[in-house]
């Protein structure tokens, strides 16, 4: 995972995995959320890096969920298929890392 793409704003693969996790747990009515969460990410994004990279995503859940996607973009995709009935699970390495980072 260490050749995640940099194409996507730059962020490495942990640093987006990070990003996730803080969304997950930083409730959105905390006025320090974007703060909150780029203290989560570390390394030197800050309370606008991530919100942008929010505003991204977010553009990218609208474009997906509109169904303008593009599936014939070329011979050879890239793709990962996810089981959309199961719920997203929690695991012991997504734990470690916010143990890592010492959050509470």
Known sequence: ???????????????NKLFELALAVVDE??????????????????A?????HYVILLEDLQFIESGKLDHELG?????????????????DDDNNLLVRLDIN
Request: charged residues 30%; proline residues 4%; glycine residues 6%.
């Open 75 to 91: 011979e050879t995709q890239l793709c990962i298929q996810v089981d959309c009935t199961q719920s997203v699970c929690w695991t």
């Open 48 to 52: 606008e890096d991530v919100l942008k």
């Open 29 to 46: 009515r905390n006025p320090d959320r974007w703060e909150v969460v780029a203290a989560m990410v570390g390394g030197k994004k800050t």
């Open 1 to 15: 995972m260490d050749k995640f793409p940099d194409v996507l704003c730059g962020w490495s693969w942990e640093e």
